[in-house]
């Protein structure tokens, strides 16, 4: 395992009622009685980073030792699909493959269960074991938590470990408690549901949840349904096989009830709430697509007392570290343009609640796909906040942000925020497309009302400026749109590689 260096580290178990037991790692020891309920706890003092440790807890006449312990940074990766999203689909996974080999990078699957004990009903031992970046393992990594350890792991010389406690398809209400829930004006979630259940023959419903197999998500490896998701299946792929898996009673579509896992609360009972109070250095989160397609307005009240919540939990103000949903046009039922909505709420949160920080990915995107295959840098992005928010680090983290509009006779100049040493248009995007190198892609420009043919326009970047010049442009009142609906794709950087952030700017006047 890898546990959290610089900070009292909490151990917790079960054991005879009253029996004492003790703990020590690196010289340092804490005991605890066990309750009348036989639970006990306890808190270690801070630990030093090692790559190498032993731990030993004795008592009720036993002694458990822990070998290849290391001590280090731990973060939780949480959210949904693009969290969840395994190596093997990623863009870069066979170069990673062949060179990720790496003790001191460690992952913890939490395993996918819906009702606290589902995990006894059913074979889920490929989930609940410390993994190392193997050729062999990485396959089951977290392709967005892999890249942001992996590039931790080279600036900090020191362990990391990723605890994964994600689930595709899954709102955020299902990863609150109902007090946040409410708190974040999410009463809707919980009305939606009592009405859902409130004719539910309980007995009916749990035999037939029993009795369908993908309900137990043993292995999301194993899911034919899933990994076509992921690897980016069209409707009329995926189509067939839903029916041959229904016909041979191996999928069900899942039936809402206090087992579905996108209930309200759910999977914070679940999943979550055993993870309490392991020791974390803060989260990683990517999630709110599915919030896209149910009540997207209320996702600005309702994030930020998911954060609320999950700092409460762990008694801190763990840095919480958020990915920007990506661009889309369209993928199975999913429409792109609501997400503008979840973007918008995200930046709101980036703005107010203090340490957080937001990933922007407005270059990541995949038109007819909601699972980009290019976590690099979404990972990546992830970390440069983390040096920065939880490390101290000072640098770059920021995507460009327009400020200011300035028309003039056949130019206009747009000035932004975090560019750093200057801002670049990219030639390619990440998956090898071609981009309009002298044209400001994923921009929309307005003059007195009407739109603008950006294609006539012709693009150049000045330090922390873009210059656009074309006849088409007059000294006009302008509105700049970068980023807006659905689909679009940036191809505006700054000096650390961040494109521009969505935002509106209206010139003076």
């Known amino acids: ?249 191996e999928f069900q579509p899942p039936v809402m009830g206090p087992k579905y896992e996108r209930r309200p609360s759910g999977l914070y009972q679940s999943m979550l709430l055993p993870l309490v109070p392991y020791a974390l250095r803060g989260v990683i989160w990517y999630q709110g697509e599915t919030d896209g397609d149910t009540h997207p307005d209320l996702y600005a009240t309702l994030f930020p ?18 990915v920007q949903i990506a661009p889309l046009e369209r993928w199975m039922d999913c429409v792109g343009e609501p997400y503008a909505i979840i973007r918008a709420a995200q930046q709101h949160t980036a703005d107010t609640v203090p340490g957080t920080g937001m990933a922007v990915i407005t270059d990541a995107g995949m038109q007819w796909d909601i699972h980009p295959k290019a ?35 056949g130019k206009l100049t747009l000035t932004f925020r975090h560019a750093g040493s200057g801002l670049h248009l990219a030639l390619t995007g990440f998956y090898g497309q071609l981009l309009p190198t002298l044209q400001l892609s994923g921009v929309k420009l307005f003059q007195n009302g009407d739109e603008v043919d950006g294609s006539i326009l012709t693009a150049r970047t000045e330090g922390d400026k873009v210059i656009l010049t074309g006849a088409a442009l007059h000294r006009l009142p302008t509105e700049v749109q970068v980023a807006q609906g659905g689909w679009y794709q940036v191809n505006l950087h700054n000096s650390a590689g961040i494109p521009a952030r969505p935002v509106r700017v209206c010139s003076e006047g």
């Open 305 to 322: 007392a998911l954060i609320a919540d999950w700092r409460a939990l762990w008694g801190e103000q763990l840095p919480f570290l958020f």
């Open 1 to 249: 395992m890898v546990l959290q260096r610089e900070k009292p580290v909490p151990v917790w178990g079960q054991a005879t009622p009253g029996s004492r037991v003790t703990v020590e790692i690196q010289g340092k020891t804490a005991a605890a009685d066990a309750g009348a309920d036989g639970q006990w706890s306890l808190t270690l003092e801070p630990l030093h980073t090692s790559f190498e440790e032993t731990m030993t807890v004795q008592g009720d006449g036993e002694e458990l030792v822990f070998h290849q312990v290391q001590v280090g940074e731990v973060w939780l990766a949480g959210g949904q699909s693009n969290m969840e999203l395994p190596m093997c689909f990623d863009l870069t996974y066979e170069e990673e493959r062949a060179a990720c080999a790496d003790d001191a990078l460690r992952f913890y699957d939490v395993p996918e269960i819906s009702y606290v004990g589902q995990d006894q009903e059913a074979d889920y031992s490929v989930y609940s074991v410390w993994r190392r970046s193997t050729p062999e393992d990485l396959a089951r990594f977290s392709a967005t938590a892999y890249h942001f350890a992996k590039a931790l792991r080279r600036r900090l010389e020191a362990p990391v470990g990723i605890i994964g406690c994600n689930w595709g398809g899954t709102p955020a209400c299902a990863w609150m408690s109902r007090e946040s829930i409410v708190a974040g004006g999410g009463q809707v979630f919980l009305d939606e549901y009592d009405q859902a259940v409130k004719a539910l023959d309980l007995d009916e419903y749990d035999r037939n949840f029993r009795a369908n197999p993908a309900n137990f998500h043993t292995d999301l490896l194993a899911d034919p349904v899933g990994n076509m998701m992921f690897a980016g299946a069209t409707p009329a792929d995926v189509g067939p096989v839903f029916q041959r898996l229904a016909l041979k009673m």
């Open 375 to 409: 976590k690099r840098p979404v990972g990546e992005r992830l970390a440069l906040l983390a040096r920065h928010l939880a490390y101290g680090e000072e640098l770059l983290c920021e995507a460009p942000t327009l400020v200011s509009v300035c028309p003039e006779e």
